[in-house]
C-alpha cells in the first residue's frame, strides 16, 4: 500500500564516502521529485524527473547524480559526501499536470561525520 | 526569484481556530499550496488554491489573494494531533514547488 517508499531512513556515513538513497513510487505519477530539507526545516527542490528525463536541476553541486531507470524510480547517488549534505532528503512525485499536489516518501535521513 | 514569508510560530489552545499566514513575491505562479509535516514526518499536502478566495476541505480553509500576494490557511477546531509544521507552497510553469519558511504551531490543552 505504500505509496512513495525510500530507502534506506537513516544514513550515517563519514565525510568523503559514496551514498545512495533509493526511491519508489506505485501512484503511476509521471514526474519523480528530490528534496533537501536542512536542520531548519527549510524544503528545497533538487532535481525533478518527468518520464526518466531530467527537467529541474536547482543548482546542486555535480556530487548529486539522480538517475530514474523508470519512471516508478528515482534513486539519488551522492559523491565524496560533505558535512554540508548532512540533512535529510526526501522523494517526491505527482502527476505532471498536478505538481502542486505532491506525494513525499518518508525522507532519509543523511548524517555525515 | 520567488520567495515565501511565514510566521515561524504560532500557538493556540484546543478547539480553537487559528490562521497561519503567507505572504509571498514572484513574478507568476498557478497556484498556492499547503502541506503539513509532523516531526519525524513527511509533508503531506492539505489544500490547493489556484483562484482568489476560499477553499474549504474540513476542518481546513484555505484563502489566497493574488492582488495582495498573500494566502493564509485556517485551521478550525484545532486538536493536539494537529501540532505540526505548516508550509505553504507557489507552483507554477516550471514544474516545481518554492516552499515557504514553514510555520510551527503548537496545539496546547
Known amino acids: 500500500d505504500t505509496a512513495v517508499s525510500q530507502t534506506p531512513k537513516y544514513l550515517v556515513t563519514q565525510m568523503g564516502n559514496d551514498k545512495s538513497i533509493k526511491c519508489e513510487q506505485n501512484l503511476g505519477h509521471d514526474t519523480m521529485y528530490w528534496y533537501k530539507q536542512d536542520s531548519k526545516k527549510f524544503l528545497k527542490i533538487m532535481f525533478s524527473?518527468?518520464?526518466?528525463?531530467?527537467?529541474i536541476n536547482e543548482t546542486v553541486p555535480n556530487r548529486f547524480s539522480p538517475k530514474s531507470p523508470d519512471k516508478a524510480h528515482l534513486n539519488l547517488h551522492i559523491n565524496s559526501l560533505e558535512l554540508g549534505d548532512s540533512a535529510v532528503y526526501f522523494c517526491?512525485?505527482?502527476?505532471?499536470?498536478?505538481?502542486?499536489?505532491?506525494?513525499f516518501g518518508p525522507g532519509t535521513r543523511l548524517t555525515v561525520l | 526569484g520567488q520567495s515565501l514569508e511565514q510566521p515561524s510560530e504560532v500557538t493556540a489552545v484546543e478547539g480553537a481556530i487559528v490562521q497561519i499566514n503567507c505572504t509571498y513575491q514572484t513574478s507568476g505562479f498557478y497556484g498556492l499550496s499547503w502541506y503539513q509535516q509532523h516531526d519525524g514526518g513527511a509533508p503531506t499536502f492539505l489544500s490547493y488554491?489556484?483562484?482568489?478566495g476560499l477553499e474549504e476541505t474540513g476542518r481546513f480553509s484555505s484563502f489566497l489573494s493574488r492582488s495582495d500576494s498573500y494566502g493564509y490557511l485556517l485551521l478550525q477546531e484545532l486538536q493536539m494531533k494537529d501540532s505540526a509544521s505548516y508550509f505553504c507552497a507557489l507552483g507554477g510553469a516550471t514544474n516545481k514547488l518554492i516552499f515557504g519558511t514553514g510555520t510551527l504551531l503548537a496545539v496546547q490543552p
Open positions: 524527473y518527468n518520464n526518466k528525463e531530467l527537467i
Open positions: 488554491n489556484a483562484l482568489d
Open positions: 517526491a512525485s505527482s502527476q505532471v499536470k498536478e505538481t502542486d499536489t505532491q506525494y
